[in-house]
């Protein structure tokens, strides 16, 4: 696909069906996979323009939440959006059956480029550690076809109204083509703009080609997307009982307008060039690409003064009622005040700031910003030995530089800077009047350098109706952190430069399809990667790399698919099977919990983790009319670890009765999730939707979908041992088996059904165009979770049993609902 067939996408349609249809016919071209199992005629995909791998990777960096509702309006495709950007979509066919829910507050890569490939696996594209550093440089071979030159001026309006949180937006995208042989330019720009939900967004496109002959071509593509919104956390039942479903904790009001806690900025453009050859008996393409952004998200902190946030637990009946002493009745005039009033006033904050001159509160917002650098050159060779063989070989190199800081952004009236007590200069890390570090770094802050480099070669051969093609790859990686200075505050534990993480990687594939008389076709592919690393640490600070500073295991992985499928004149039957064993090398996250050592920030890492996925899936349409269809389809799967990870917690104690300690600490331990389910969301799912096409250009569709099987993500510090230890941390605590059942319980989410019905009309004046489409959603208004997880928060036995006792939790599980009942509504216009 060439420069010219992107930019046609755009003529006549909005930018959401652009990525759309993007994502819908080229989805493994965007992750770059680890493991490459979906049938293909490649081993790394094909017929597609570099510009949209970084147009594609910008866009889904800067704008995820956006991507889904320009789906939701251009196609009618709803994700049943769990809180914080997560995605559990009920739509089976036109989401692939995909069914996940994430608890890192971010839509995973995969499900994006699975969104709308029915029946492909796209599970196994979950991105490990390693892969999201070396993502690019996984994509391996591309290829760029050569088209003709045309001239052309294209605009679009659009409006969307929604009422999830009562949404409005306003996009306008203008296109211009232009140029005379051998010369050729393209231009476009689309923004939009959201009302009530502080989304605001823009892109812009800029492109020159030359071609002196028609075998070869040269060009050039500038590429941006600046977008920001808001993001919410997950809830518990107990807010949800008192605020309801819809609250969110991240609004506020300043002034008598909306303005959030949390809001994430990205802007990263891209400049990409492009060298393209071809001839009847090979093709070469070379490309080279440059991208410089940032991006930010904003949160609301406090020291020394009551929690901001009405969802707070110490502001919820529950904290009152697990007190002997009984309900306080000064805080349980506030608990009431924020109940009746939940969001947040920024006014209220301010005052409260400038009325505390004896440093007793004081409120700010910070920012965790983040600079980005990478540079990227791939360059592969396709020919052809005989009309029935093809050969391909390519290279790839991505080299990046990512700084990360924390910032002061705003004060809120605060004067008396130099008052506050040592610990939060400490945990500022700054020195002097507030007033002079303003939007300076603060906190903690560190630089990250990763090269990477990937070698591949595929053969493919076609005899008859078998069709069978092979290949290798090999990648080397290199990573560093360095500049690294942190504080208590957040559980880090020291300053100076981080050890290097250094891998290799080596994959081999098998991939066959034999085609029987037109109407039945099978597929097969068996694919493995083994990763091989040598002496690493885990990226921890100096003082503590000897006694972490060991080889790690080292993970590999294995892929097994199968797939069968039949057609003929009314009916279509597709089933897929598959086996996946996936390795990810770490992860780590930082998080407040309160172990038998002490009450602090914790930082963990979850390593040598090993996960297990099979089932099989189907879809069967029938068509019994060239007007009506009808389409059937299900999904039983089994997700589960496949071993016991090992447990890495740094910290520094923070003293009290029991424990005076305040070194840092260091503990390893193993994990006891063998066996225990992975929350991907449902494991199970049953669907079937109608279809209906009218040749005056207007289409109907009623849809439902049953999910069950679906269950929470594990907090892993309640798989340890140290769990079990008395206060003291000396001995285990003594528990029946029916006890530590429920402690370490992993809850399993009810079953849901939602009902759906989209209709859509267009027409057509001339060269102008107007499309009208409507989405109403979940139709019989089912409010059930889509996902969530375990707080991490409960780190002891005692702490868990208080809890269990209690009947209130006050950390209780939690969760991402549903939106209930919501309608979209897209009226666009092209001229």
Request: hydrophobic share 35%.
């Amino acid at each position: 696909m060439s420069l010219k067939n992107i930019m046609g996408l755009l003529e006549g349609r909005s930018i959401g069906l652009w990525a759309v249809l993007m994502l819908m016919f080229q989805p493994g071209f965007i992750l770059g996979q680890a493991l490459d199992t979906s049938p293909s005629n490649e081993l790394v995909p094909v017929s597609f323009d570099q510009a949209n791998l970084f147009y594609f990777q910008s866009f889904l960096e800067a704008g995820r939440d956006e991507l889904q509702q320009m789906i939701s309006f251009d196609w009618g495709v709803h994700f049943f959006r769990n809180r914080g950007g997560n995605s559990s979509d009920s739509d089976l066919f036109l989401q692939g059956l995909r069914l996940r829910s994430s608890i890192d507050g971010q839509i995973p890569w995969s499900d994006l480029a699975g969104l709308n490939t029915p029946l492909r696996n796209r599970w196994q594209r979950m991105p490990t550690q390693r892969q999201e550093y070396a993502l690019e440089n996984r994509l391996g071979v591309q290829h760029i076809d050569i088209s003709p030159f045309r001239n052309r001026l294209q605009n679009h309006l659009v409006f969307s109204v929604a009422n999830r949180f009562y949404s409005t937006r306003f996009g306008y995208s203008t296109t211009r083509e232009f140029g005379k042989k051998p010369h050729r330019f393209s231009l476009s720009y689309t923004g939009r703009i959201g009302f009530f939900n502080h989304l605001r967004s823009s892109s812009f496109w800029l492109s020159w080609a030359y071609r002196p002959e028609r075998s070869s071509e040269w060009g050039a593509v500038l590429f941006g997307v600046r977008s920001t919104r808001s993001r919410q956390g997950a809830l518990t039942r107990e807010i949800w009982e008192l605020l309801g479903p819809d609250f969110r904790s991240d609004q506020g009001n300043w002034k008598g307008r909306s303005r959030p806690t949390r809001l994430v900025e990205a802007f990263r453009p891209l400049l990409l060039f492009y060298r393209n050859t071809q001839t009847e008996a090979a093709e070469w393409n070379s490309s080279v690409a440059l991208q410089i952004g940032r991006g930010r998200q904003t949160r609301l902190s406090y020291q020394d003064a009551p929690h901001p946030n009405p969802v707070y637990y110490r502001y919820l009946p529950s904290f009152y009622r697990r007190r002997a002493f009984g309900h306080r009745t000064d805080l349980a005039q506030i608990e009431q005040d924020l109940i009746r009033n939940p969001d947040l006033s920024w006014q209220q904050l301010v005052e409260i700031n400038r009325g505390s001159s004896s440093g007793q509160a004081f409120y700010s917002v910070l920012g965790d910003q983040e600079k980005r650098r990478r540079i990227w050159f791939s360059s592969h060779v396709k020919a052809k030995p005989s009309p029935r063989s093809t050969w391909y070989t390519g290279i790839a190199f991505l080299g990046e530089r990512y700084k990360y800081s924390q910032h002061l952004l705003d004060l809120l009236g605060a004067q008396w800077w130099k008052n506050v007590d040592p610990f939060t200069h400490q945990a500022y890390n700054v020195e002097g009047p507030m007033e002079k570090i303003q939007g300076e770094p603060v906190g903690y802050a560190y630089n990250f350098y990763s090269q990477s480099f990937r070698l591949d070669a595929s053969y493919r051969h076609q005899a008859g109706p078998l069709e069978i093609q092979g290949g290798v790859k090999y990648q080397y990686l290199n990573r560093r952190r360095t500049g690294l200075y942190a504080n208590d505050w957040y559980g880090l534990l020291a300053k100076g430069p981080s050890a290097n993480l250094k891998q290799q990687m080596l994959g081999a594939r098998l991939w066959g399809q034999w085609d029987a008389n037109l109407r039945y076709q099978f597929r097969g592919s068996i694919q493995c990667e083994q990763t091989f690393l040598p002496l690493s640490s885990l990226l921890i600070e100096p003082e503590l790399s000897n006694s972490i500073h060991q080889p790690l295991p080292t993970p590999w992985a294995l892929s097994v698919n199968l797939e069968a499928k039949t057609r003929q004149e009314d009916w279509e039957l597709r089933i897929t099977g598959f086996y996946n064993k996936l390795a990810e090398q770490q992860s780590r996250r930082n998080y407040y919990s309160e172990t038998v050592h002490s009450q602090s920030f914790i930082s963990e890492v979850l390593a040598n983790q090993s996960q297990l996925h099979l089932g099989f899936e189907g879809l069967f349409v029938w068509q019994p009319l060239p007007s009506n269809s009808f389409e059937f389809g299900w999904q039983l799967r089994k997700d589960v670890w496949q071993n016991n990870p090992r447990l890495h917690w740094y910290f520094r104690p923070e003293p009290n009765e029991v424990n005076q300690n305040t070194e840092p600490v260091s503990i390893n331990q193993t994990v006891s999730l063998k066996g225990k389910a992975l929350a991907k969301g449902p494991q199970s799912a049953l669907g079937m939707r109608w279809n209906y096409q009218s040749e005056k250009y207007w289409w109907l569709q009623l849809g439902l979908h049953c999910l069950w099987n679906n269950r929470l993500a594990l907090a892993p510090v309640r798989y340890t041992n140290s769990f079990l230890l008395s206060p003291k941390g000396t001995e285990p605590i003594p528990l029946s088996p029916n006890e530590l059942w429920a402690y370490r319980l992993q809850e399993k989410l009810p079953a849901a059904a939602y009902m759906h019905l989209s209709w859509g009309k267009s027409w057509k004046n001339k060269e102008r165009y107007t499309r009208l489409f409507i989405s109403f959603q979940n139709l019989t208004n089912s409010r059930t979770p889509t996902g969530g997880f375990q707080q991490g928060r409960v780190g002891h036995v005692s702490m868990a049993r208080e809890e269990f006792v209690s009947g209130y939790p006050l950390f209780g599980n939690r969760y991402w609902m549903n939106s209930g009942r919501t309608f979209f509504l897209n009226l666009s216009h092209f001229f």
